[in-house]
């Protein structure tokens, strides 16, 4: 059984940063590609924020946060790390780290996923 277990969520201001961490472990956890998915107040689907493959050579991010966020992976702690820069009230979300299945055919689909972390809040305050 693999377990993701985030950490880093909190309030921040209107420009500033925070950095959230997913630890994973479980049979072949560190094999896998990791990512994180959030979901907005009111909104019932979650939506692609970034990944990062097991060795953490490609990265990937959505267009709305490229140029503000970054993902990299720890290898050696077996972790993906999501640093948040230039945060808006539109950031404000439930942030979940995501363990992508094998053979996962979109980077972009919640459906390829088989594992969820608890989640995290971030809240971004002006």
């Known amino acids: 059984q693999v377990q993701l277990v985030e950490s880093g969520g909190g309030t921040a201001q209107v420009g500033g940063s925070l950095r959230l961490s997913c630890a994973a472990s479980g049979p072949g956890s560190e094999s896998y590609t990791l990512g994180w998915f959030r979901q907005a107040p009111g909104e019932e689907r979650r939506e692609f924020v970034a990944?990062?493959?097991?060795?953490?050579?490609?990265?990937y991010l959505s267009d709305f946060v490229k140029g503000r966020f970054a993902v990299s992976r720890d290898t050696a702690k077996n972790m993906a790390v999501l640093q948040m820069n230039s945060l808006n009230p539109a950031d404000t979300a439930i942030y979940y780290c995501?363990?992508?299945?094998?053979?996962?055919?979109?980077?972009?689909?919640?459906?390829?996923?088989?594992?969820w972390g608890q989640g995290t809040e971030v809240i971004v305050s002006s």
């Open positions: 990944a990062v493959t097991r060795n953490g050579v490609n990265k």
């Open positions: 995501a363990k992508y299945e094998t053979g996962y055919t979109s980077i972009l689909a919640a459906g390829n996923v088989d594992y």
